[in-house]
């Protein structure tokens, strides 16, 4: 079974920031929180990663909260080609547990 | 980056015939490789994890006998999908992890195989 939940749809105007949540409340000391997007008939697109402290890269920030129990992806700025499916996942750090992926979120940005 | 090349993109075949799908990783040694199976508007379903040099892990559900999974190399996984039927049609998604320091931390995807049986 997938270790995160997140919201099956989610909806962003255009240049506004999103905010899509993921609850990871069983994750253990040793395992990351990664977020991929999917468009779609494609293979997922790696965004970004972390352990416990926040993150930003070219593409996004992340935001994990002190218990590490949930984080949140944060795109400033939306565009229409962010139009994809985002996925939480925890992933152990130097393990090879099979990785199970859970619903993900469906993100529609609008004009 | 590291990338993953997933080979073919799309293929259709006739009802019983086998069809290979080649995952490679071009710029590290992938020591493990996942595959995954996508039914349209559905999320990535594990079918098997593979180490190199040993035999993969099926998930329930997945006959192995059905889809032959071979990671003989560091650079090189393959499924074969054998004596397809149309019920196979799908999405087909590998995965690979490996290398060392930043690389290790990385999944990476390949850009999958649709898979039409007619």
């Known amino acids: 079974d997938a270790k995160t939940t997140q919201p099956p749809s989610m909806d962003c105007a255009e240049g506004r920031a999103a905010n899509l949540p993921c609850n990871h409340s069983t994750i253990s000391g040793n395992e990351y929180v990664y977020w991929y997007r999917q468009i779609h008939s494609q293979g997922p697109q790696y965004i970004i990663h972390?352990?416990?402290n926040n993150e930003t890269n070219e593409m996004a920030s992340l935001i994990i909260t002190e218990d590490r129990k949930s984080s949140t992806l944060i795109l400033p700025h939306a565009t229409l080609r962010d139009t994809a499916v985002y996925y939480c996942i925890v992933i152990p750090r130097y393990n090879t547990d099979k990785l199970i992926f859970g619903t993900g979120t469906r993100l529609q940005v609008f004009p | 980056g590291a990338v993953v090349s997933q080979h073919p993109s799309r293929v259709i075949c006739k009802s019983g015939t086998s069809v290979k799908i080649e995952c490679r990783s071009l710029?590290?040694?992938?020591?493990?490789m996942f595959w995954y199976r996508q039914f349209p508007k559905q999320s990535l379903m594990l079918m098997a994890t593979s180490n190199e040099g040993s035999k993969a892990t099926y998930e329930q559900g997945v006959e192995k006998d059905k889809f032959l999974i071979n990671h003989a190399s560091l650079t090189l996984s393959t499924l074969t999908v054998t004596s397809a039927h149309p019920e196979d049609s799908s999405f087909y998604i590998c995965?690979?992890?490996?290398?060392?320091?930043?690389?290790?931390?990385?999944?990476?995807f390949g850009s999958g195989t649709q898979l039409s049986v007619l």
């Open positions: 972390g352990l416990k």
């Open positions: 995965s690979a992890r490996g290398g060392t320091g930043a690389t290790n931390e990385k999944l990476f």
């Open positions: 710029d590290f040694q992938a020591t493990t």
